[in-house]
């Protein structure tokens, strides 16, 4: 398997640390507001590098983390240690404690994981539930020599990390984000570039979420969480680590830099993979702009979850993909087409078991995979299934289902469930179903035979 690496801004073979395991950690959300369908496709990302890594048969540990304090404002500007805590300003917004946005908003991920058919990772950890690991991973920074109080806070000295050989922010794309505008430079600081391990509490305000700490009361910094969690779960170094393009500016080079300066400069991670942008009408999105969409906006206007899946997998994750109405209108158009064929298919077997898969298109679908995850091209070798009529029915369902545990579209369920009717038999089926209420039998027996006559779909009344 070839996998793409941000740090080395090259394609290499995969190779885990311990054969035949994977220790994996993806960054997840700041619940204080909605999840966009821009972070849907990040996380969708994690998602089918898991399935995939599970489908060519590898043990994986997967973590995600959930930012429920500590994510300043400041970050959209281009200075992620100053500005207001996003919680604590939700909280305000919506006259609400931290810990109740926390909790609203962690929720409605967790369902939108389960609508989008994530495989939820081993662990979901949560920064405030990790308060003691934070701590002390910052102590253990500043026993090295890698940290200085100011006045507010605790900072990463990342001069004294390089006179001690090492390189700071390799990874980094600050040179290819153009949006956003510095800050004032806090004059404090010994270099502009040093982070926030721990913040201080304002003294004129009392946080809802804040704790006592060897330098005072307070709240950690953004980027140590991440750190301090994953190691607690997944030992000093990880095999991949997931994320958004936009982390590679400051969060993720923050990460290496604070996690090799406690463990020795051991490499912190093997494997950086960033999913790209999605852009909207081929613009920026954001919620400013009102096409900041979420599931359920997806969901009221009509379409199916698997359709904004099958859209993401369109698109090679490294590339940004243009979401539309139109584009997302085609998608589930083409999942509706493969569940339908599924069906059919299906009433053709004489046995629910199904065990015919086509070796030679399992191994373009794999080849597909190690190709530094190309669901692009693996979609094309489902379709190449579909269309090829020297397959048998049996072999076509066993072969694009076991296609499905990657692609996770939930085609098993579908096929399975009642046939999603045009709105125009849907009004016929509640005319019926409202002509058998006022017992206007002749009314229902016509459009019963309207029905099965002009649309192929016949109902039956329970007795």
Known sequence: MKLYDSLTRDIRDFKPIEEGKVRMYTCGPTVYSFVTIGNWRTYTLGDLINRTLVYLGYDINYVMNITDVGH????????????????????????????????????????????MN????????????????????????????????????????????????????????????????????????KDPRDFALWKFSPIDEQRDMEWESPWGKGFPGWHIECSAMSMKYLGDQ??????????????????????????????????????????????????????????????????????????????????????????????????????SSLRGWVKELNSNELFRINTDYKIKFTEALNDDLNMPQALAVLWEVAKDQSLDAETKVSTILDFDRVLGLKLEESISQPEEYSLEVQSLIEERNQARADKNWSRADEIRDILKNDFDVELKDKA
């Open 238 to 339: 990880l095999d991949i680590h997931v994320g958004g393009e936009d982390l590679r500016s400051t969060h993720h080079p923050n990460e290496i830099a604070q996690s090799e300066a406690a463990t020795g400069a051991k490499p912190f991670t093997n494997y950086w993979m960033h999913g790209a942008f999605l852009t909207v009408n081929g613009g920026r999105m954001g919620k400013s702009l009102g096409n900041a969409y979420t599931v359920t906006d997806i969901e009221n206007e009509g379409y199916n979850l698997m359709a904004l899946r099958y859209f993401y997998l369109g698109g090679h994750y490294r590339k940004q993909l243009n979401f539309t109405w139109e584009a997302l209108e085609a998608a589930q158009n083409a999942y509706k087409k493969i569940v």
């Open 72 to 115: 300043l404002t400041g970050d959209n500007l281009g200075d992620a240690d100053t500005g207001e805590d996003r919680l604590e300003k939700a909280a305000k917004k919506e006259r609400k404690t931290a810990w109740d946005i926390a909790e609203f908003y962690t929720e409605d991920f967790l369902t939108g994981f389960n609508k």
């Open 118 to 189: 994530l495989i939820k990772p081993k662990v979901f950890s949560k920064a405030t539930e990790h308060i003691d690991e934070q701590i002390n991973l910052v102590k253990e920074i500043e026993e090295k020599g890698f940290a200085y109080k100011i006045a507010d806070g605790i900072y990463f000295d990342t001069q004294a990390y390089e006179v001690a050989g090492n390189k700071y922010g390799e990874l980094s794309n600050l040179d290819q984000i153009k949006e956003g505008a510095r800050v004032e430079i806090n004059e404090e600081k």
